[in-house]
């Protein structure tokens, strides 16, 4: 069973930094695609910042210069810098292209998320 484990989040003060940290557990082989989401309420989910493996990160254009996102095999890292108001979501941690080995590697096929964690910055 594949899950994704978070950690991270919480209330800070603008300007002031945050990191979440994001890990996949199961029998994997190999992740495509790991990032993050963000949602408040009665928006859409919005990407934030997302890595295919061995490749360099996209971002949101509100993130850009203030985000950063560190990828490994199994795990992701949004190294969060400058944070404003506006920046307050839960934020989702996402995974894609996941292969498992069991007897044989195999494509599940399916998306992931994780549980979601609340980041608030206070104005």
């Known amino acids: 069973q594949v899950q994704l484990v978070e950690s991270g989040g919480g209330v800070v003060q603008a300007g002031r930094s945050l990191t979440l940290s994001c890990a996949v557990s199961?029998?994997?082989?190999?992740?495509?695609?790991m990032g993050w989401y963000r949602q408040t309420p009665g928006k859409q989910r919005e990407l934030v910042a997302i890595a295919t493996s061995g490749v360099s990160p996209n971002y949101a254009d509100s993130v850009k210069g203030r985000f950063t996102l560190s990828r490994a095999q199994k795990t992701v890292h949004l190294y969060m810098n400058s944070l404003q108001p506006e920046d307050t979501a839960v934020y989702y941690c996402?995974?894609?292209?996941?292969?498992?080995?069991?007897?044989?590697?195999?494509?599940?096929?399916?998306?992931?998320w994780g549980q979601g964690t609340q980041v608030t910055v206070a104005s």
């Open positions: 996402y995974a894609d292209g996941v292969r498992l080995r069991d007897s044989f590697v195999h494509t599940t096929g399916l998306d992931y």
């Open positions: 199961g029998n994997i082989f190999s992740v495509n695609r």
